[in-house]
């Protein structure tokens, strides 16, 4: 708990935000009822327009802007995004905050209303409760805690981003805006982005991704004489099994020094999203059957999530030999590959300063180190990254991440308290740090 090793004005940042627990909670609950189902991304002007009110009357000002033709953006279903500046009465950096306002589809075995946000046993429930509106709300109940201390006098600027997609890819929100420079190091120099790692962790980063399609080719023939044809699914069960036998075991002593959670993420892994062949169950004739056939292709999709220690060249020529080496022992092997998707590993130093003084900021308020994680999966830092070239950036909210897409998701309101103090007095330190706005930011020294 917060003890005496506090200063004056962190002890006032601290009272301000547990001033702030019955507005933290409303303005979360709030968030969850505006239900913001991605796919098909529904409501987000009604959550911008929300935000923006709440925004404006902190003295924000704000920017609606719609992802006009991006990815997934359309008449019924527009994808809007704010970006909500505070500029300070002196020079100095600008210290944003990132959250995406999109949340994943309701499923099955919910014993709480998904958009309720009903409070029990202080707990709120409700889809996107912990991923990550339960973010969003302490991020801004963080900044106005540390406005109430500083408005109008503090140097440089703050932001906070509500944006869209970032279930299905980010590409209609974050690296829309990146694209457009909103993440350049110009004029953002500390990002924060409170995705649920939980309140004493900070993510650095996640593991690299290359999906990609893989096809087998065989001939069709009539299914009682398969030997006239050539089996587009045993040729794919050939590479299943080296895969299964050679791949996957190879990939496993593959490991990292990327402190990934959990610990058996912290190695090469490959999944198979799916697999298909020959003529679909569905396609079926009068008699109620499909016909008679020898499949002439056979499709799988792989998930291959790589390391920092490994380049996207050598995952995948890793996978291409493998299967050169299985056609080269089975006669009539052909195959064809497809990329689909591909993501850098991301890995922010842990020099940099919002790492530094989100630490320092875990330290003072909860009284124990902060743990160092990468994610598994990827999420809208690689856009900042990649696109933004913007390196001094993290994932830091409150929440369990194994709550997050499943039925009753909750997150914790004294966990959310927590987190918003070490917001608040991370900005605060951040704002009040040396380094210069427009000026390009070095990832190896505070
Ligand atoms: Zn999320």
Known sequence: MEGDSLLGIEKKLVREVDNRRDDLVELTQALIRIPTLNPPGNNYRDICEFLQTRLKRSGFDCELLRAKGAFADSDEYPRYNLIAHKEGLESGDCVHFNSHVDVVRVGSGWT?????????????????????????????????????CHAPSFPGAIEISAT???????????????????????????????????????????????????ETKGRMAHGSMPFLGDCAVRHMSAILEEIEKTLIPKLATKNTSMPVVPPQARQSTLNINSIHGGASEFDKDESGFPSACVPDRCRIVIDRRYLVEETLEEVKSEFVEMLNDVASRRAGLKFEMRDLFSVQPTLTDKKAPVVVQVKN??????????????????????????IGQLKNCIAYGPGLLDLAHKPDEWIAIDDMLDSAKVMSLSLCHLLSSDTTRHAPISTNGV
């Open 112 to 148: 709480f209303d998904p958009f309720a946000g009903t409070v029990k046993d202080n707990k709120i429930y409700g889809r996107g409760a912990c991923d990550m509106k339960g973010g969003l709300a302490t991020s801004i109940i963080a900044v106005e805690a540390f406005l109430a």
């Open 164 to 214: 869209a997609d970032e279930e299905s890819g980010g590409f209609s929100g974050v690296a829309w805006l990146a694209e457009r420079g909103w993440f350049s190091p110009q004029r953002v120099q500390h990002v924060i982005i409170p995705e649920p790692l939980h309140k004493n962790r900070i993510c650095l980063g996640h593991r690299g991704v290359w999906w990609a399609e893989l």
């Open 361 to 386: 900021a875990i330290q003072k308020v909860l009284g124990a180190d902060a743990e160092f994680v990468v994610s598994p999966g990827t999420y809208d830092q690689k856009h900042i990254d990649r």
